[in-house]
């Protein structure tokens, strides 16, 4: 069974400051997507990464694939109110589980104005 | 374009009861996945469906079954419900060829009483 972990689960900060969301996993995978996910509705699509090493940018939004395809990281700059929300991590690995994505738990990220 | 739709948005049940949720898939997508989301806790996935077969399936008892109809909806039916089964219901959408990136519908908030 494929696992993997979000840290950290919680992040409280202050408008203006940066950030860093990491998901690690002991197995390879195909592909990755983060996601956010506001409450009562479902996860919206952010990135999805394929590549080891990839380096995605949206806007103030930074994501790496690792060099193994086991491990991401998300990074916000300068963090905004609006950026506050459930932060998840999903991998793909191919092969006979196509199409089965496993979620992290999530990280809970709050932006304080 | 209208993104992946559910329905109904909420349902109140009770233990022993049966559900039918409804997923209608993104507009040029053929791929249905379910996914069951308890409270602060990532999604978990459930089964897929393309041309109307079940093509992959999570650890959920047989109790969870589903269909996808000629028109790419879906269908996901819980049999005997169970407490814990209070969740958020997610439909995922996507092409078959792209099945690691998935679109999510608003969900369906499932309470068992």
């Known amino acids: 069974t494929q696992l993997l972990e979000q840290s950290p689960q919680f992040l409280s900060i202050q408008e203006g400051e940066n950030l860093t969301v990491y998901c690690n996993s002991s197995?390879?995978?195909?592909?990755l997507q983060w996601y956010r996910q506001e409450p009562g509705e479902g996860p919206v699509l952010l990135v999805t990464?394929?590549?080891?090493?990839e380096v995605k940018k949206l806007k103030r939004l930074t994501f790496q694939f690792g060099d193994a395809r086991k491990d991401s990281s998300l990074h916000i700059t300068a963090a905004q109110p609006g950026d506050t929300g459930l932060y998840l991590c999903?991998?793909?690995?191919?092969?006979?589980?196509?199409?089965?994505?496993?979620f992290g738990q999530g990280t809970i990220l709050t932006v304080h104005p | 374009d209208a993104g992946v739709t559910q329905s109904p948005t909420h349902l109140i049940k009770t233990r022993g009861q049966q559900v039918t949720l409804r997923c209608s898939p993104k507009?040029?997508?053929?791929?249905v996945s379910w996914y069951q989301q308890a409270l602060g806790q990532g999604p978990q996935f459930i089964f897929q469906?393309?041309?109307?077969?079940?093509?992959q399936r999570g650890n959920f008892p047989d109790r969870f079954s589903g269909h996808q109809f000629p028109n790419y909806s879906s269908e996901l039916n819980v049999n005997a419900l169970l407490l814990g089964d209070s969740a958020l219901y997610l439909c995922?959408?996507?092409?078959?060829?792209?099945?690691?990136?998935?679109?999510f519908g608003p969900g369906t908030r499932l309470t068992v009483t």
């Open positions: 995922a959408s996507s092409q078959f060829r792209g099945a690691y990136e998935q679109y």
């Open positions: 197995s390879v995978f195909s592909s």
């Open positions: 990464v394929v590549t080891g090493g």
């Open positions: 999903a991998g793909e690995d191919g092969g006979t589980s196509y199409g089965k994505l496993t």
């Open positions: 507009s040029g997508h053929d791929t």
């Open positions: 469906y393309y041309e109307e077969e079940e093509r």
